[in-house]
Structure formats: structure tokens, C-alpha cells
């Protein structure tokens, strides 16, 4: 069982950045393979990043590439979301979840946190 914790999101003005933090309790936390889902409202949940178990591998969407970074501190059972340049488009609820496999689909998650809003206004 991993039970995870978003945190960090809120209002931001365009061209502006934030931290998420998903903070994750369970044993078997380092074992899973973490990924950072969005959901705008009226639209469906749609893959952001995705870190490996052990840090060592990052994937992101094609329109986040070079704007957003994932990371993981797995010693402390965290896992970061770094926003940059930030538009408006970027307003959405952010989940993070966890996976013993890899991919960008939601279906292939086990464990969800609650997400944090994130409003990114003009």
C-alpha cells in the first residue's frame, strides 16, 4: 500500500513557477515508479511526467518537456513537480500516482493522491 499527499499548488500569474510536492507513506514507497497526471475542468486526466524508481529515468509530455522537472527524494518518501514559465493552460488539478510499470496512462496507476489545484491566470 502507498498512500500519497500532494501539496504546493495555487495562484500564479503567467510566466511564473511552482513547487508540487507529493509526499508518500508506505514501505515500499522507493518500488514505485511515480508520475504527475493533470485534469482541467471538462477535460480528461492527462499524463505530465513519470520519475523511475530510483530517479534515474524522467519522461514528460511533449509540451512540458523543458519547462517541467520531476525528481524524487526517496529517503525522504517525496516527490517534486517543478513548473516553469507557467501559462494559462497549465490551470488544472495536479495528481501524483504511483506504478510498478511505465507508462502515460492513467489505467496503469494504483495509487492516487487527492491532487492540488494549480490556476495559472493571464
Known amino acids: 500500500q502507498v498512500q500519497l499527499v500532494e501539496s504546493g499548488g495555487g495562484l500564479v500569474q503567467a510566466g511564473g513557477s511552482l513547487r508540487l510536492s507529493c509526499a508518500a507513506s508506505?514501505?515500499?514507497?522507493?518500488?514505485?515508479?511515480i508520475g504527475w497526471f493533470r485534469q482541467a475542468p471538462g477535460k480528461e486526466r492527462e499524463f505530465a511526467s513519470l520519475i523511475s524508481w530510483n530517479g534515474g529515468t524522467t519522461y514528460y509530455a511533449d509540451s512540458l518537456r523543458g519547462r517541467f522537472t520531476i525528481s524524487r527524494d526517496n529517503a525522504k518518501n517525496m516527490v517534486y513537480l517543478e513548473m516553469n514559465s507557467l501559462k494559462p493552460e497549465d490551470t488544472a488539478v495536479y495528481y501524483c500516482?504511483?506504478?510498478?510499470?511505465?507508462?502515460?496512462?492513467?489505467?496503469?496507476?494504483?495509487?492516487w493522491g487527492q491532487g492540488t489545484q494549480v490556476t495559472v491566470s493571464s
Open positions: 500516482a504511483a506504478s510498478r510499470g511505465w507508462s502515460p496512462e492513467p489505467s496503469e496507476y494504483s495509487y
Open positions: 508506505g514501505r515500499t514507497f522507493s518500488g514505485y515508479n
